[in-house]
């Protein structure tokens, strides 16, 4: 495999993810003409949210499954294909009950991540792998910025539906690209112990090595962490922006340019962490896992001191929010990396649905949670207590990680050494 062709894949599934995450986010901006086109309330426009998310959440372990089995491009291709027309649906939709089945059918390509990051993990050796989807996980942060950009730009001009045309449009061109241009990989093929082997035994998916990561102990860590680890995400992405208007007396402009760069600086932590992760797991089992705890605990200390700091202060919270951002997302492409080194890669796909799962019912409680608070006290409280509170807790949980994860990966790399040996007869 040629190392520009494997890069060359990365780019294309970046542009998945990016285009697939201006998608997801446009509708934010687009909420207020599309209640006024279809005369509804916040309770019926919360709604098409709500179930776009369940659906998606419903149908994690039906993907997870059908890419451990099946051509994981051929599916990226299709969760492609139904991105764009279901986002043409929408546009197209007449009446609100119609508007609102369309949306949410959006959610059934939500959950094809997991594919994804698997097949990543077939064109780039363990060593490589944080770097790779810290440079992924960019898209988030940087498709909330465009989708934002573009609906403010071109929602007025053009109006809600021409935007849902665009973004639909991506959607197909990008299903298009993947289907007649990424070539899928033998699951396992980028192991170190399969290197020179010419045939790599594919193990098919089985319930058997699914049931196995319930005793993986490393894995259920991880999966535990994933739901309070996205608590202080949901919480910032859904409050900061009024908290920053209401409870620090900023503009609607001040407060969108903190929050373009609190984005600017997420992007960045994403890639530093893979980077420092890939460096000191290169040394250390355990590398990952420090990168991880580290970002988490320094996450907290930035984001306390931004918190408390006078609202005069404006250049001095900005760098210390700059911070916060940079080591708060320092941990995901470790997490993700993580997964793959201590699963076998028939199940890598369900294993982190099974991860994005149990981190939807984090992403559903955590909003409320801090409305609850806030109604009591202020927001300034609730995003501290819960965003602080759940990184103390994660960090717990990558500390008990420390003596579980060597043991799980010397036995992922014990099973590849004798599949290596059977490949080779």
Request: proline share 4%.
């Amino acid at each position: 495999m040629k190392s520009r062709y494997r890069w060359y894949v990365a780019f294309v599934c970046f542009l998945f993810l990016l285009f697939h995450q201006v998608d997801k986010f446009l509708i934010s901006p687009l909420v207020t003409p599309i209640m006024e086109e279809f005369g509804i309330n916040e309770a019926q426009m919360g709604a098409v949210s709500s179930l776009a998310i369940i659906v998606s959440a419903l149908l994690y372990p039906l993907w997870g499954y059908l890419f451990d089995r099946y051509a994981r491009p051929k599916l990226l291709s299709l969760a492609s294909l139904i991105w764009g027309s279901t986002t043409w649906l929408s546009a197209l939709a007449p009446t609100f009950p119609l508007f609102m089945a369309s949306r949410a059918s959006t959610g059934i390509d939500d959950s094809s991540y997991p594919g994804l990051f698997s097949l990543m993990s077939d064109y780039f050796e363990p060593g490589k792998r944080g770097r790779v989807y810290g440079v992924l996980r960019m898209s988030g942060p940087l498709g909330f910025m465009l989708g934002t950009v573009l609906a403010t730009t071109l929602g007025q001009s053009l109006g809600w539906r021409n935007v849902f045309f665009i973004t639909g449009g991506m959607g197909l061109v990008v299903a298009v690209l993947i289907f007649f241009t990424v070539r899928e990989r033998p699951r396992g093929g980028c192991e170190p112990e399969m290197q020179g082997v010419e045939c790599v035994d594919e193990h098919k998916i089985n319930w058997a090595t699914v049931r196995g990561l319930f005793r993986n102990r490393s894995f259920l860590l991880l999966m535990v962490q994933g739901f309070f680890g996205v608590f202080p995400w949901n919480v910032l992405t859904f409050w900061f922006f009024r908290y920053l208007e209401t409870e620090r007396g900023y503009s609607s402009g001040q407060a969108m340019i903190t929050m373009i760069v609190a984005i600017v600086t997420l992007s960045a932590g994403y890639y530093l962490g893979g980077y420092l992760g890939d460096m000191l797991f290169r040394r250390l089992k355990q590398g990952r896992i420090i990168v991880s705890a580290l970002g988490v605990l320094a996450g907290a200390v930035f984001l306390y001191a931004a918190m408390v700091i006078p609202t005069e202060q404006v250049a001095l919270f900005m760098v210390l929010l700059g911070l916060a951002g940079i080591t708060m997302s320092m941990p995901s492409p470790n997490v993700t990396a993580l997964t793959f080194e201590i699963t076998v890669p028939e199940v890598r796909s369900t294993a982190q649905s099974i991860q994005k799962l149990v981190e939807d019912g984090g992403s559903a409680i955590s909003p409320f949670l801090a409305g609850l608070i806030a109604t009591r006290y202020s927001l300034h409280l609730a995003i501290l207590v819960i965003c602080i509170a759940t990184w103390l807790l994660c960090a717990a949980f990558f500390a008990a990680m420390v003596r579980t994860v060597p043991h799980d990966i010397d036995v992922l790399r014990q099973t590849m050494r004798e599949r290596a040996a059977e490949a080779g007869g």
